[in-house]
């Protein structure tokens, strides 16, 4: 099973056809997307769930018709969403899965970036939800924190400190904690890989077609 992440830096029409080829080409079965947009039809023949779409101006930003930042793409069914604390910015779905059932949490934590009162109510925000909507499931939670968990503790070792503490009580395994100068994870029940290998595979590294490298664990 492929697990794929990444940040599109809001799909530049330019780059549309491009950035879809990368996703077809890793044929991913389930994909975390931010910064993105419903103009991507990257869904066909796979289960959507996304965040609300954004005004055309909101949190003092002018963003363009469709956009929105999650969408959640599945190969497998979506037999359910869930309420989370701010419907603009984090989706929490229930997949089927041929490993078993996983709720899955995507967010962008710091829609401006790691620095500043966003970032921290973000963060606090989530983190309530990861306590209410993730505790007892298998569950992983996935896009663009903007943490880093080795290296320069960006923004803060107290940002990372909180991220670790909260994924050590749900007994989650960051898959992509070694990676260096890296915002994006993949974070995920250590019941639900047991004893299974996983494979992590790093893609747009030049940034050529967005701000950000993009991900996929596979589940061996």
Sequence with gaps: MKILIWNIERLPFSKKENITAVLTKFEADIVLLTETTEVLDYGRNMYTANTVLLPNFHDGQQYKTGEN???????????????????????CADVLTPIGPLRIYGTITGVFGGIGNRFVSDLADQIDDFNSLLTGTNCCIAGDLNTF??????????????????????????????????????????SFIKD?????????????????????????
């Design 69 to 91: 930042r999650v969408t959640l793409f599945s190969r497998y069914p979506i037999v359910k969403t869930h309420t989370t604390k701010d419907l603009y910015t984090n989706i």
């Design 149 to 190: 968990f080795s290296g320069y503790a960006y923004p803060s070792h107290k940002a990372r400190n909180a991220f670790n503490d909260s994924f050590q009580k749900l007994n989650l395994k960051n898959l992509t904690a070694d990676l260096k100068d890296n915002v994006d994870h993949i974070v995920i029940s250590e």
């Design 196 to 220: 299974r290998k996983v494979k992590i595979s790093v893609f747009n590294e030049d940034k050529s077609l967005s701000d950000h490298v993009g991900i996929c664990a596979e589940i061996l």
